[in-house]
């Protein structure tokens, strides 16, 4: 039962955040359509919105392992 909680825990982390990088890469590329002068800052941001997002599988691995060692 560990195992198919933790794998139903990584899989809907995965989702999520793909979900989420998805949108925050197609807002960065359409901010930088409208105003290319700010490419280098909307990057910069858009770099630290996708680092904080794929922290959230990462976590949700963590915990997997720890309901399958546990």
């Known amino acids: 039962m560990n195992f198919i909680a ?3 825990a990584v ?3 995965a989702i999520g955040a793909s979900l989420g990088n998805g ?3 197609s ?3 359409e ?3 409208r105003q290319p002068e700010l490419q280098s800052r909307l990057q910069t941001l858009m770099f630290i919105g996708v680092g ?3 922290a959230v ?3 949700a691995v963590v915990i997997a392992f720890l ?3 546990q």
Do not use: C, D, K
Request: overall charge neutral.
């Open 27 to 29: 807002t960065t590329i």
């Open 57 to 59: 599988p990462i976590m």
């Open 6 to 8: 933790a794998a139903i």
């Open 67 to 69: 309901l399958i060692f």
């Open 31 to 33: 901010a930088i359509a």
């Open 52 to 54: 904080l997002i794929e």
């Open 11 to 13: 899989a809907g982390a």
């Open 23 to 25: 949108r925050v890469i």
